[in-house]
């Protein structure tokens, strides 16, 4: 299976300041540590979506053994 790739804080930053280039805009964060919430959510997810998948294969698995 292939493992998604995440943004870490600092490529974010680095897209961000980028985008402030060509696009203008004001430089800075508002809230740096939302912005790290928000880049870390995907990677939590993942782990939260195996579980899932884990315990979904199992009761399918537990089901065909009842039957």
């Known amino acids: ?3 998604p790739e995440f943004l870490d804080l ?12 060509e696009l203008g805009g004001i430089a800075g964060v508002r809230d740096r540590g939302l912005l790290e919430s928000a880049v870390e959510q ?3 997810a993942e782990g939260r979506a195996d579980k899932q998948q884990l315990a979904d294969q199992l009761r399918k698995l ?3 053994a009842q039957a």
């Open 62 to 64: 537990a089901d065909e």
């Open 42 to 44: 995907p990677r939590a």
């Open 1 to 3: 299976m292939i493992s």
């Open 10 to 21: 600092e490529e974010v930053l680095e897209i961000h300041a980028l985008q402030l280039d």
